[in-house]
């Protein structure tokens, strides 16, 4: 498994948030990404997600570019930015109507995934009751409960208490020996050291492999 990305650029208008990108993510490795607000981790993860498409450039997943038509990849599951569900569902029945989008999983893996996060107690109660660390949950949950071979997290550890990270990063590092393929945000270096094994730092539009994280 890999993602390949070519020579990629974003520009909202006047304004290059990714320049002239190239780099490659293979499949049984965690990469986190770190940075200032602002400096394109979430507009990378959306293109990566192809939720967003280059200016110039290609995105590949396993050789095959994610923008041509048809080509959206279903084994891709991202939580970019704040989680949204509706407001006057539980937990439990946003992650059962968004599995029945491909039908792969049913109730044992959807409590598994909640399980996961440490939010079994709370998965009756409607999301508009929801603390911001129980979003954070609940985001999560949706992205690794169909068990995708690509998973990618925008900033998922905020607002969720320390032993529920640590018990996302362990599950996190089972599915990295199992060969699947992380990309993780995070601006707490202390996570990021445990979690990645490859990082990269973004500042101003230019991504740069970082050694050893500070």
Do not use: W
Not at 70 to 78: F, L, Q, S, V
Not at 95 to 106: D, H, M, R
Not at 182 to 204: G, P, W
Request: charged share 30%.
């Amino acid at each position: 498994m890999k993602i390949e990305i070519k020579n990629v650029t974003k520009k909202f208008k006047e304004n290059t948030v990714i320049k002239n990108t190239t780099l490659t993510f293979e499949g049984g490795h965690i990469y986190g990404l770190f940075g200032r607000n602002g400096s394109g981790k979430s507009v990378f993860q959306k293109l990566v997600c192809g939720l967003y498409t280059p200016t110039t450039g290609q995105i590949l997943l396993d050789g095959k570019d994610i923008n041509e038509k048809n080509a959206y990849p279903t084994n891709i599951r991202g939580q970019i930015e704040n989680p949204s569900f509706f407001p006057d569902m539980s937990g439990f029945q946003n992650l059962e109507l968004l599995a029945e989008i491909q039908n792969k999983i049913g109730k044992e893996e959807i409590l598994k995934a909640l399980d996961t996060v440490n939010l079994t107690t709370e998965k009756d109660k409607n999301f508009s009751k929801y603390s911001l660390g129980m979003k954070q949950k609940l985001g999560v949950a949706q992205v690794i409960m169909e068990d995708p071979d690509i998973i990618v997290l925008d900033e998922p550890f905020n607002g969720i208490e320390r032993k529920t990270v640590d018990k996302i990063i362990d599950y996190l590092i089972t599915k990295k020996e199992e060969g699947k393929l992380i990309i993780v945000s995070t601006h707490i270096m202390d996570d990021l050291k445990r979690l990645a094994d490859i990082n990269y730092e973004f500042d101003d539009g230019e991504i740069t492999e970082v050694k050893n994280v500070e």
